[in-house]
């Protein structure tokens, strides 16, 4: 069985702090993709990242940094010099590498950047 | 190119009666997801089509059902709506394979009296 947790349910930082999402999963898989999605207000799930099981390396894409432990099952996400624009609802995701395409969602995370 | 478009944007709907969602996704994408978004439940998939097939179904009754078209758009149908089905649904679709990302539409807001 696949399961993501995201133990945050809610923070809140004041612009131009450095902010960490956390998320952890679990999966017997030895192949698995993790997704994070950013849901403003609107509603529509914007893709942010996809890290494949195989690849560990992090990434840094602007103010976006995400850190992918197997070790330790994690894959946090931080933004850096947050933003009100940043406010929303973050939701970590797992896919299995088989043939079945069901994304596993945490239950998400609400980022409130207060300027 | 386009994004992923869903219609209605918002529906209302009493209860006993039936819904069709419509979902049109991104030229060149040929699999397409559905998910159901509750406060209490999260995000849960629905199900997911390829090539007019329903390859994938998570665990909803079957008054929850679905069609993909040849052009690749695909519509879920609720039947004999009840309360606890007011929610937001998303499609999301992907090229081919399961290593593609998926990538979400607005949703439609379904609010069910």
């Known amino acids: 069985a696949q399961k993501v947790t995201q133990a945050q349910t809610e923070i809140s930082v004041v612009e131009k702090e450095d902010v960490t999402l956390d998320c952890v999963y679990e999966?017997?898989?030895?192949?698995?993709?993790l997704f994070w999605y950013k849901q403003p207000p609107s509603g529509e799930l914007v893709f942010l990242i996809r890290r494949n099981s195989f690849d560990e390396q992090n990434e840094i894409s602007g103010r976006y940094s995400w850190n992918f432990q197997k070790s330790t099952s994690s894959f946090n996400f931080t933004i850096t010099a947050s933003q009100v624009v940043d406010s929303a609802v973050y939701f970590c995701?797992?896919?299995?590498?088989?043939?079945?395409?069901?994304?596993?969602f945490g239950k998400g995370t609400l980022l409130t950047v207060n300027p | 190119k386009a994004g992923v478009t869903q219609t209605p944007r918002y529906l209302i709907k009493t209860r006993g009666q039936q819904v069709t969602l419509s979902c049109s996704p991104i030229s060149g994408h040929r699999s397409v997801s559905w998910y159901q978004q509750t406060p209490g439940q999260g995000l849960q998939f629905l199900f997911e089509?390829?090539?007019?097939?329903?390859?994938n179904k998570g665990n909803f009754p079957g008054r929850f059902s679905g069609r993909q078209f040849s052009n690749s758009r695909s519509e879920m149908n609720v039947s004999t709506l009840e309360l606890g089905d007011s929610a937001l649904y998303l499609c999301?679709?992907?090229?081919?394979?399961?290593?593609?990302?998926?990538?979400f539409g607005p949703g439609t807001r379904l609010t069910v009296l």
């Open positions: 089509y390829f090539s007019e097939t329903q390859r």
């Open positions: 999966t017997r898989d030895t192949t698995y993709y």
């Open positions: 999301a679709s992907s090229l081919v394979s399961v290593q593609d990302t998926q990538y």
């Open positions: 995701a797992l896919r299995y590498g088989g043939s079945n395409y069901k994304l596993t």
